[in-house]
């Protein structure tokens, strides 16, 4: 599967582009602030129907701009498919593939797998628990189409029963049947994320350090770890002892939207005990696992965005990652920096075709080196 071609107008700072893009490599390199992540952001759009870095649709539309339309041209399994997608201020969003509008936009998740590694990665690490919640639920949804459908209805469920405790707590009452309602459709919704979740998080764990242990140079060993009030609880037994607790909180304190994923180097944690350097290999390790498992699931290469991934790798780390890039059948990989030496070094030492494209102020052309 690859992206044949792409066209933008009034996306970010790009009044009117059309590329077309290398089936297997396609470098972009410029200067700061003149786009080249805003082209990445566009193909994750077209895979995920919103940005990766900006999900509030009418901020992503371009300055001197009404709307913003984004298209590309897919093929896959030698079929050719269009991804058209158009956003309006006051206006709702326009999704659609060959002609045809979703009904839901949950069901275009997965038709276009995508796999990106960014700065903004470096969320997993430093923020809450939701972003590493947010993380594993995009892996799986990928692939699993009736896991969103599930986290959808959790989700939903989970504020009705949020809304009921308010009331009690507001209205100093309680009717245990009326929270036996949505309980009843809480606890299977919860077990069955809390099973997949479990399952993807051992099957990314050895992909993942074997990932690491090649751009590392074998040098730490590390490891991740699904943490569940599951775990050591039935989900209906966490709901009825903690009654009166998330009645006086006026939320539902367990379950699966409180879990979390630790991430550890050498036996700690990586967010206090981790140079820059090492958390930069640790979620490049961990994004590539991901990309390696899906590629297993969904029968397809995904597309392997990689935004300013060199930064902040010592040349050691550096070169690891780009024999590993050079050493697995990846698909097709869009990659952005500022370093055109740099550049030059990725397209000599990793053997497969490629274009590179310079980028300025939102005009974008191919060059040779």
């Known amino acids: 599967m690859f992206l044949k071609e792409l066209s933008l107008v009034g996306f970010k700072n790009y009044d009117s582009v059309e590329i077309s893009f290398n089936p297997k490599l396609n470098c972009f390199v410029g200067l700061n602030a003149q786009g080249k992540t805003n082209i990445l952001d566009a193909i994750y759009y077209l895979s995920f129907c919103k940005s990766y870095f900006n999900p509030v649709d009418r901020q992503n539309i371009g300055l001197n701009h009404d709307f913003f339309v984004c298209q590309g041209e897919f093929s896959k399994n030698n079929e050719i498919h269009k991804v058209y997608c158009a956003v309006k201020k006051n206006v709702k969003k326009v999704f659609r593939k060959n002609k045809k509008d979703y009904e839901k936009l949950s069901d275009h998740i997965g038709e276009f797998p995508l796999v990106i590694i960014a700065p903004y990665d470096t969320n997993l690490i430093l923020e809450g628990s939701d972003i590493r919640r947010k993380f594993l639920d995009g892996i799986r949804a990928q692939y699993d189409k009736k ?21 009690f707590s507001k209205e100093r009452t ?34 993942f350090q074997k990932n690491y242990n090649y751009i590392s140079g074998g040098k730490e060993p590390v490891q991740l770890m699904y943490q569940s009030s599951l775990h050591q609880n039935s989900f209906s037994d966490l709901l009825q002892s903690n009654i009166q607790q998330d009645i ?26 981790a140079s820059q350097g ?14 390696e498992f899906l590629k297993l699931t969904v029968g397809v290469n ?8 060199f930064d902040k790798l010592d040349e050691q780390r550096v070169k690891h990652l780009l024999s590993l890039l050079n050493s697995n059948n990846f698909g097709q990989i869009f990659l952005t920096d500022t370093d055109v030496n740099r550049v030059k070094r990725v397209v000599q ?17 191919s060059v040779e080196f």
């Not at 309602?181 to 998080?201: A, F, S, T």
């Open 302 to 309: 995904p597309i392997l965005l990689l935004d300013d991934v």
């Open 349 to 365: 030492e990793v053997d497969m075709p490629n274009t590179v494209f310079q980028v300025s102020n939102g005009n974008v052309k």
């Open 278 to 291: 090492q958390q930069k290999s640790y979620l490049i390790a961990l994004k590539l696992a991901q990309l």
């Open 147 to 167: 896991y969103l459908q599930t986290l959808i209805q959790y989700n939903k469920v989970l504020l009705q029963r949020n809304a009921l405790l308010k009331y």
């Open 174 to 207: 309680y009717n245990h049947d009326q929270l036996m309602v949505w309980d009843q459709q809480l606890i299977p919704l919860g077990e069955e994320l809390y099973n997949k979740r479990k399952e993807l998080v051992m099957n990314l764990q050895d992909v």
């Open 248 to 273: 006086h909180r006026q939320f539902t304190n367990y379950g699966v939207h409180k879990d979390d994923l630790d991430l550890f180097i050498n036996g700690f944690p990586i967010k206090k005990f």
